[in-house]
């Protein structure tokens, strides 16, 4: 059950844009399209942001888009503010024995 | 609203096992799968298996195969996860999840931190 790939760390200024990207394999993030994003603050449990790729749950603000190319998927945050600093996971589902599968975690930091 | 609320944390020793409880409310319990996940203290996440809401068998990571179980109430909209032999590795924080198609959790219980410790 091997890890999806993303940056330890990504940073910007409040009304930057900013990219997470999840890099993982054809038997995952390449072969469906089942990947979310989830939004973790300190201390609590994961709020999902993104699903089946591109989809944003009601209530979850525009400013979050996703999309993929590939074995990779990416998070975009546009007009960043304070509150969106949080940690973020992606997830896949697999075709591996364990049926998804999850991102090494993004700390974002809004400077 | 839909909510998953979770037992409260829990301390114990090398080779004893946990059960932790997921009580499912706000929507309809036989609709939806749960999922099992848990995140070590610091680091990511790991998929640990997952029940059915009425019938059927559970799925479990090869990882955990044979050391955790699954099983469920529907009188009481609860499920449960149980662990054995637990190590010091075990110590992490364990989350229920309810599935949607290709999704692991649309919403999450707040997590129940297990301690693991001589």
């Known amino acids: 059950q091997s890890a999806l790939t993303q940056p330890a760390s990504v940073s910007g200024s409040p009304g930057q844009s900013i990219t997470i990207s999840c890099t993982g394999t054809?038997?995952?993030?390449?072969?469906?399209?089942?990947v979310s994003w989830f939004q973790q603050h300190p201390g609590k449990a994961p709020k999902l942001m993104i699903y089946?790729?591109?989809n944003r749950p009601s209530g979850v603000s525009n400013r979050f888009s996703g999309s993929k190319s590939g074995n990779t998927a990416s998070l975009t945050i546009s007009g960043l503010q304070t509150e969106d600093e949080a940690d973020y996971y992606c997830s896949s589902y697999t075709s591996d024995s364990a049926l998804y599968v999850f991102g090494t975690g993004t700390k974002v930091t809004v400077l | 609203q839909v909510q998953l609320v979770q037992s409260g944390a829990e301390v114990k020793k090398p080779g004893a096992s946990v059960k932790v409880s997921c009580q499912a409310s706000g929507y309809t319990f036989s609709d939806y799968y749960i999922n099992w996940v848990r995140q070590v203290p610091g680091q990511g996440f790991e998929w640990m298996g997952v029940?059915?809401?009425?019938?059927?068998?559970?799925g479990y990571a090869q990882k955990f195969q044979g050391r955790v179980t699954l099983t469920r109430d529907t009188s009481t909209r609860t499920v449960y996860m149980e662990l054995n032999s637990l190590r010091s590795d075990d110590t992490a924080v364990y989350f229920c999840?309810?599935?949607?198609?290709?999704?692991?959790?649309?919403?999450w219980g707040q997590g129940t931190l297990v301690t693991v410790s001589s």
């Open positions: 999840g309810r599935e949607t198609t290709g999704m692991v959790a649309d919403y």
């Open positions: 029940i059915p809401p009425t019938g059927g068998a559970p």
């Open positions: 054809s038997s995952d993030v390449g072969g469906y399209n089942f």
């Open positions: 089946d790729v591109t």
